[in-house]
């Protein structure tokens, strides 16, 4: 079945320092969605990647979709607390069209102040 | 309103118990999504409706009973569950169920089964 491994696990960084979490998926993505998730929170949309190399920038955050659609990643300049969460990519689970989910393993970030 | 809604936050049940939860949005969204979330691990997909029709049944289990009364809300119905059925029951909803939308998820019901 399909797999959505990200790496790493766990990350704790000082608060000024870079973060970057890996996505890797077994199959070829359509489009890719990344969340965040919030200690007891609930996740919450970021970004989504279509096309093949894509990359977008939200302030702090840079996104990227590999070039095969099998792997992204989400980089963060200069960590604050408030990035503190889980950080979680996503992808349609087929090729039908529909939005069923499947999301990978996750990256949590503590921000040591 | 950008705002999922769930109701309870918190719920305790036993075994032979029944209980629903509740899930509304009033963002005029079409497709509407449970997932279900064990501690440290990522959401899993449960069902999908769009369009008020159960699209997608990820092979859950009979005990557990979903229902769209209309395009504003979405119920799961429990019914003898499990203790490992304890987790956080995540709503979702986008705005058509295609393969490219934003899913909008709730604050969630975390479930205890004793």
């Known amino acids: 079945g399909q797999q959505v491994m990200q790496i790493p696990q766990y990350q704790h960084v000082q608060e000024g320092e870079d973060f970057t979490t890996y996505c890797n998926s077994s199959?070829?993505?359509?489009?890719i969605q990344w969340y965040k998730q919030r200690p007891g929170g609930h996740p919450v949309f970021l970004i989504q990647?279509?096309?093949?190399?894509e990359v977008k920038k939200q302030k702090r955050l840079t996104f990227q979709f590999g070039e095969a659609k099998k792997n992204s990643s989400l980089h963060i300049t200069a960590t604050q607390t408030t990035d503190v969460g889980t950080y979680f990519c996503a992808g349609p689970k087929d090729q039908t069209g529909a939005n069923n989910l499947f999301f990978g393993t996750g990256t949590r970030l503590t921000v040591i102040p | 309103d950008t705002e999922v809604t769930q109701t309870p936050k918190h719920l305790v049940m036993g075994m032979t118990n029944k209980k629903s939860l509740k899930c509304e949005q009033h963002?005029?969204?079409?497709?509407m999504y449970w997932y279900k979330q064990k501690a440290k691990k990522p959401p899993e997909l449960m069902f999908v409706?769009?369009?008020?029709?159960?699209?997608i049944n990820e092979s859950v289990p009979s005990r557990f009973s979903p229902e769209c009364p209309n395009s504003s809300l979405l119920n799961l119905h429990l019914h003898a569950l499990q203790p490992e059925d304890s987790a956080l029951y995540l709503c979702?909803?986008?705005?058509?169920?295609?393969?490219?939308?934003?899913?909008?998820f709730g604050p969630g019901t975390r479930l205890t089964v004793l």
């Open positions: 979702a909803s986008s705005l058509t169920g295609g393969g490219t939308d934003t899913q909008y």
């Open positions: 199959t070829t993505l359509s489009n």
């Open positions: 990647l279509v096309k093949s190399g």
């Open positions: 409706y769009s369009y008020e029709k159960l699209s």
């Open positions: 963002m005029g969204h079409r497709a």
